[in-house]
């Protein structure tokens, strides 16, 4: 299995600041790395697919980064919808596995 | 637009078969490429994909959850099925279906909480 490990596991920031998450994968995944966002109560929703790519709708202050082992989420000028938990996703093994969540909470 | 709703039995007894729905809409099952899954989430705790169909019926399954887990389509009536066998407490999660997009999870459904009690 490949494991996806997350950090921080958990954050506070202030709306306004800019925040990264990052995610290891125990192997090479080359750019096969998603990341979804899940506000408390709700489904997860698809940020990024391919490292790097956002999703239809996704603004522009996200973004994604990285490739082989190391990627990052990056939010710019945070902003109070943005708060929640955030899950990478890798799928370049044998199946998808998910990192174990960043929650994002307001300072 | 896309859309999957889950069902469930809601609550069940540890050892019974676990049998979930996933109904949608907005696209087919048939149509090549397209990919339907299952998510868990126990409360408070991150996500584990369980298994996904292909539209050509090739099947995917967690391997630690193999043994127990068997997903089906009836792309007549837009329905995907996962039956989780011999469930116990730690299968207590919500529920998630999923539409793959080449290979990520584009669309979720609201979920299905299920609680496995004596």
């Not at chain 1, 997350?6 to 994968?25: M, Y």
């Not at chain 2, 069902?7 to 019974?16: F, H, K, M, N």
């Not at chain 2, 299952?38 to 584990?48: A, C, N, T």
């Amino acid at each position: 299995d490949i494991q996806m490990t997350q950090s921080p596991a958990s954050l506070s920031a202030s709306v306004g600041e800019t925040v990264t998450i990052t995610c290891r994968a125990s192997e090479n995944i080359y750019s096969y790395l998603e990341w979804y966002q899940q506000k408390q109560g709700k489904s997860p929703q698809l940020l990024v697919y391919n490292a790097k790519t956002l999703a239809e709708g996704v603004p522009s202050r996200f973004s994604g980064s990285g490739s082989g082992t190391q990627f990052s989420l990056k939010i710019n000028s945070l902003q109070p919808e943005d708060f929640g938990s955030y899950y990478c996703q890798n799928h370049y093994g044998n199946f998808p596995t998910f990192g174990g969540g960043t929650k994002l909470e307001i300072k | 637009q896309v859309t999957l709703k889950e069902s469930g039995p809601g609550i069940l007894q540890p050892s019974q078969t676990l049998s979930l729905t996933c109904s949608f809409s907005g696209f087919s099952l048939s149509t090549s490429g397209m990919g339907v899954g299952w998510i868990r989430q126990p409360s408070g705790k991150g996500l584990e994909w369980l298994a996904h169909i292909w539209w050509d019926d090739v099947k995917r399954y967690n391997p630690d959850l193999k043994s127990r887990l068997t997903i089906s389509k009836d792309t007549s009536s837009s329905q995907v099925f996962l039956k989780i066998a011999s469930v116990d407490t730690a299968d207590t999660a919500t529920y998630y279906c999923v539409r793959i997009d080449s290979a990520w999870f584009a669309y979720w459904g609201q979920g299905t909480l299920v609680t496995v009690s004596a």
